[in-house]
């Protein structure tokens, strides 16, 4: 029975090929794949579909479509698209969507590039700007496309960041660990070296306790044995006149009587100077400082921490000009002292605590920048060059007359001395940084670095850039190295390779690395402090007219500079000067 409205359609189906001399009759496509088949009269444009009389009027009603291009019979195309006449082929969307979940994925905005459902269409793309595709009719073109190829790519590439990230992940957490445990064995450490100095001052205050005790027993023993022995005379004498006297013995009496009268005499001078005898109860008064030690402090130390990530390599450093002011000046020359100081090395533990090295005086010393004192000073039995911090607690000394590396440990700002260990050659700058030394000689020029061993990682032997290295200063990614013949700072990676340079100087010294990555310089030839870049491209000089400076190190929680002067005058020579920087 006919269907009002609509013709009976034709037995063959849409796919049917037509003879050379035929054309294709063209019919409704929205109809052809879900329903009997229907001649066109009109063409959507955006769905590039033909439309019977009901779903022409159905596409101009419907919210996602009515705002399409449509084409009447007379303008439609007179000939079926490919899409018309392939075989259908099943449904492959089944994929819910993540807001409405009793909604399966078929669209997908090009302007939002977003997969869409039915319903997200309708509540939030249906505006003009929104081109919404039904993804069965573009799905075709990602078939080894080149979307393909770079999604791939993509996923390989963030597969392979991850599986770095993981493999960084295992081997910081190994060094996080390992760092921890030295943490506690550092704690443990400490608590001993305190309780053998607490049992140093008990014994010491045993010792003093006992050696008044011996000393005064020594002296109540005397009185007690001198007053015995008078008693015991003066009875006697007693004795002898009562017998003298019952007896008649009137000579003997009186000489006896003489006698008594001059020992009686002799007697109570010795019983007033007994008497005058001060003995005195004792009672201890403890240290103030140790025993309000425990009530001031909190903990017995503080856990810094640092990233263990690689850091970025520093980038130019726009080296401007720095407002400077003296801060005055340090003497470090101590009673100990037979000669005049010579200040070749300079590191700060803490921002209060500088340790330096007297060449001269062969000593380490340190000291209290708050106060303005040495607080300490350790005698070595030769020269020491240069020092560096390899922990907060341990230093580490270059000693070229002997060749040797000595370290240092740093305890209740007592100074001690450790392990040492043997290097080849005149060994004068010294840095540590993460557990690495970087060691500069000029016997023969060379730079090494070591572990904390003394085992060597990398050797550096180049005439065209070290021939007399004096100094070196070290951060996570560089190691820079002062040359007084080759007059350069040369800047190096850890591995020994040459990464940048900065020429110009006269006679360059003493280094030290400021928070930004730049890196002051004592040129000890222009009697200036240069500031240069961290790649070395640039430089200022941020102090000039000075008097032959030859150490300088930095301070940056206070933003200070220390240096030294070599001018072989004690009256300058014992002083480390102080300029605040800005």
Known sequence: MAVPGKKTPKTFSSSSTMGSDETIQVYCQPCDRDGPRLPAHGYCVDCREHLCDICLTAHKRHTLSRHHTLLDDNNMPQTMSSASIRPSRPDSLTKPC???????????????????????????????????????DISDQVINSKEHQDILKAIDTISEQYHKISKDVKSITAKFNNSLADVLADINKFRKEINQRLDELERQAEDAAKTIQQEKDKNLKTVETICDDVTKSLKTSSDSIKH??????ADKLFMELKLAEQMIKDYEKCVHQLAACDIKEYIFKPNKAISTLFDKERSLGTITEKSLK??????????????TSQQGKICVKTSKDKVRCGITGMIFLFPDLLIITDWYNCAVKIVDTCSHTVTDQLQLDTEPRDVTSVTSTELAVT?????????????SNKLKEKQIFKVDGKCHGISCCQGKLAVSFIDPAKLLILDTNGTILTTVRREDILMKPEYLTTNTHSVY??????????????Q??????????????GMALSDDGSVFVCDYGRNVIEEIAGDCSTGNV????????RFVCWCAETSKLYFSCLTEQDKDDKFVQVFKLS
């Open 98 to 136: 993540p807001r409405h979940m009793r909604e399966i994925i078929k669209f997908y905005c090009q302007n939002h590039e977003a997969l869409l459902c039915s319903v997200c269409v309708t509540l939030e793309h249906i505006g003009t700007s929104c081109k919404v595709n039904y993804i069965p």
């Open 496 to 509: 020994g390779e040459v990464i940048g340079s900065y020429g110009g100087m006269a006679r360059p010294y």
């Open 481 to 494: 190295v002062s040359d007084s013949v080759m007059r350069t700072i040369t800047r190096l990676n850890w």
């Open 542 to 549: 941020v102090l000039r007219g000075l008097n032959s400076p």
């Open 310 to 323: 690689q850091q970025s390599p520093p980038q130019t450093v726009n080296i401007k000009s720095r407002q």
């Open 244 to 249: 003298l006297n019952t007896t008649k013995q």
């Open 399 to 411: 000693l070229p007359e002997k060749q040797n590396i000595q370290f240092i440990s740093v305890t």
